[in-house]
């Protein structure tokens, strides 16, 4: 399997990615935002960071790179596409995932390791987890406040997009959202980082999981 892991100005979890698609078989290469095509990969990762160092809206920059272009393409055809903290905001300003994401409740950056509660296992992305599993993952991040109106989040409840929730909500996400799919369900956006617990080394392994539903699926 092979994935691919988008390059921003001001990405700083890209190559934490890179390092963990690498150890579980994802076999990554790096893609800079201003590519105008993609390699034929099976997976795009967004990665965590401050796109364009957040001066509009966070992700709001990004979503207008010209690789996105491509990424919705890939998403559109059935491709498996991650966004992870920035990502996931990357990925709702670019329309590939409803809600936005605001400042966080308490208008103060959180970083922190967190317990999430997996809500579904009908992902690409779950598969490797039990559903109503907790596992611990940090988030660091100052806009991870999940919003929509109610249209959308009745949506997201019906049709079993809610893909991971906070038990300590840290930013005040609707719904404790930390994490969601789009109806295809090969589009998933998480504000926490999967990627930094996936070696007991730097304190855990529950995001190893991920990653390797992916190379599953």
Known sequence: ?????????????DRDAKTVLAATGLQPVMVWHG????????????????????YLR???????????????????????????????????ESGLLPGILMRNQKLKFVCREVRLNVETIATPFTKNYKKGQVINVPVAHHDGNYFADAATLKSLQDNDQIVFTYQDNPNGSQL????????????????????????SLIGGVDGVALFKSLLAA
């Open 35 to 54: 590519d105008n095509s993609l390699p034929k990969v099976d997976l795009v990762v967004l990665p965590g960071g401050f796109s364009y160092g957040d």
């Open 58 to 92: 966070s992700g709001a920059m990004a979503a207008h790179s010209p690789v996105m272009r491509e990424v919705k393409a890939h998403a559109d055809k059935g491709g498996l596409v991650i966004g992870i903290c920035n990502g996931f905001q990357v990925l709702t």
């Open 176 to 199: 404790n959202i930390a994490g969601i799919c789009n109806a295809k369900r090969n589009v998933l956006g998480m504000m926490p980082h999967p990627e930094r617990h996936a070696e």
């Open 1 to 13: 399997m092979k994935s691919a892991v988008i390059v921003f100005p001001g990405s700083n979890c």
